[in-house]
């Protein structure tokens, strides 16, 4: 393939150079091909006489005249500098020679390296090797009702490898957690108990993603092997096992095609046995900024690990009722673009088991010049969310059923002057047909109105206010609330922020609970001191209709 394509570039070279020499030839100037093929940064100005066929009756006289002229140009091409040898007709001639760059110095090599060493990681510059990556350190303390809690847990992510020079690459995601405030369980549990309590040991480890990609495949962009995240499906899947994804095919509108299979990873289910699934997607792109997803996902997952004779409540909770669930998602999803006017739109479809499942539909229109964005979206949830597997309905054990409703929205923004920004907006849910409105299944209204100002009386600092209006439909009643923050930026690498905000209804589906009327008021606090960390700290303050909570993390990010 590489000869083929070699002696085609040669080829071409050649005919071009053929082209030239004619060309030349039959203007009076001369060359060879291996000359045009070889000195292709030759360029001539040349400028020709205008030429006329001499008569019969003024030959003689425009033979003298060509002889004087000849003598001027000969003359000229002295003072000019002009190269001997070239044709008569041609005057006031230039040829411009562009050399080779010289080679650098060793003196010269040793600047560059040390040039594009400031632009490397600490991974590369240590392992003299593509290594690059972060750890996240975080401390969390959390009080309300009585009740205090503290959390350490650290996230790293490593990249060996590049994807453009090496066969193989690999990619590593890993966690480990640890409870500082072992909990009560059981009847004694309080409300900051999660999951970690469901262990003996207080310190616990999760390993979210390994895999090794391997590149240099003909007609394969990748093949991935290993435990991976799957973020372009319908629904976010995490499995172990292959994904193989296709170059796209130019002579098919950019045709590609992604094929995977495996076991699906339920990070606090006992074993992967029973569990598998398999899927593929296509992709096309039939015309120009549009392009088209098919996908379809078959998943077995077996809940006979997940009943657990216990009588601990928190446990009860979540145990499912045993047996296989088996489920099949098709989905088509589309994305088109204009250019005038500057408008975006993406949709998606999917059925689930032959049945309509959901559908959504959004819009981005941007207009740089008059600063200003509008954004619409719409979508629709058909079929009662029943008992399904894990990937499609991960929730169902402690939400149990969701009726069908449908969500729109609309936002626009416009920047009014260089320093003041408006953003407004409405959003709707509503339940589909005999739906009655429960627990996490509510109806609302919310409209809202934002102004903002960025370096406005100084630089740095940024003032929005939001005043929003809430109509709580069956449950909450109507009400309008403000919030906003204020940000400044001390220096290039240090931020400060205080602010509050209001919800209507705020979930927390672990504990199976739906806090509504609440108000928040943060601080936060974000230092850069270098390129490889950053320091973040944040205060809480959270208040609902029922409880009270103080909230303060600090978290630690460590790049490499």
Known sequence: MGDRVTIGLRSRWLLLGLTVCLFLQATGASCTAEDAVVSPTVIDRSVKKDDSPATPNNSKD???????????????SKDDGAKPGVSKDIVNTELEIIPPPPAPTPAEIVRRQERAAEYQTLGEKTFNYPVTGSLLNRYRIRHGVGETDQDISEFITVDIGEKARDMATAHIDAGVFADLNRHHKGRRSDVFSDLWDTYNQPVNARVYSAYVDFNKICGVDFLRVGRQFDYDAPEILEYEGARLDTKAICALHDLAFSFYAGAPVHQFEKSLTGDWLAGLAAEIKPWDY?????????????????????????????????GTRTNEITSLSFWQAFKNPNLNVNGHFSLIDGEARDLQIRSVYNNTCERMQISGTYSIWFKPETQLVTEFDPYYETLRRQEPYQRGSVTFSKGLLECLWLDAGAASRRLVGDATPQLFNREFDRFFLTLQTRDFLKKGLKVSATASHWEGKDHAPSTTQYGGDVS????????????????????????NTEHDQDRTVFIRQRWKPTRWAKLDGRYEYEQSRSQRFHTFTMSFRFDF
């Open 290 to 322: 549009a392009k088209f997803r098919f996908d379809y996902i078959h998943i077995n997952d077996n809940f006979s690990d997940w009943v657990i004779p216990s009588k601990d409540p928190l446990l009860k909770s979540l145990s499912a009722n045993g």
């Open 488 to 511: 400044y930026e001390w220096c290039k690498h240090l931020e400060t922020t205080i602010g509050t905000d209001y919800e209507l209804y705020k979930y927390d589906f672990f504990q």
């Open 62 to 76: 425009k033979e003298s005249e060509k002889k004087s002229e000849k003598d001027k140009e000969e003359s000229k």
